[in-house]
């Protein structure tokens, strides 16, 4: 069983940043295909960035250039960081692990004020 825990959400002014972190445990190592999606009110989830299982990187065109996502597989921890932060990034984002099933976190709230 996989469990993901986020953080590092919160409340910043449109322009700013904000890194969220997961940490992934349950399982004596890492997991090729992790990332990020969010939520935003009424709105489906979607991707922002994610590891494929082959090892590549993959980001919502709206957060290209803005947004990377790093991980340190000794540690179990994916990183996302957020750069020049927009309203409309508002919504909460939930770590994602994919081994055989899909695992998520219980998201982490990021709201970015105008």
């Known amino acids: 069983q996989v469990h993901l825990v986020e953080s590092g959400g919160g409340v910043v002014q449109a322009g700013g940043s904000l890194r969220l972190s997961c940490a992934a445990s349950?399982?004596?190592?890492?997991?090729?295909?992790m990332g990020w999606y969010r939520q935003a009110p009424g709105k489906q989830r979607e991707l922002v960035a994610r590891f494929t299982s082959g090892g590549t990187i993959v980001y919502a065109d709206s957060v290209k250039g803005r947004f990377t996502i790093s991980r340190d597989n000794g540690k179990n921890m994916v990183y996302l960081q957020m750069n020049s932060l927009k309203p409309e990034d508002t919504a909460v984002y939930y770590c994602n692990a994919d081994y055989y099933v899909a695992y998520w976190g219980q998201g982490t709230q990021v709201t970015v004020s105008s």
């Open positions: 349950g399982i004596g190592f890492s997991i090729n295909a």
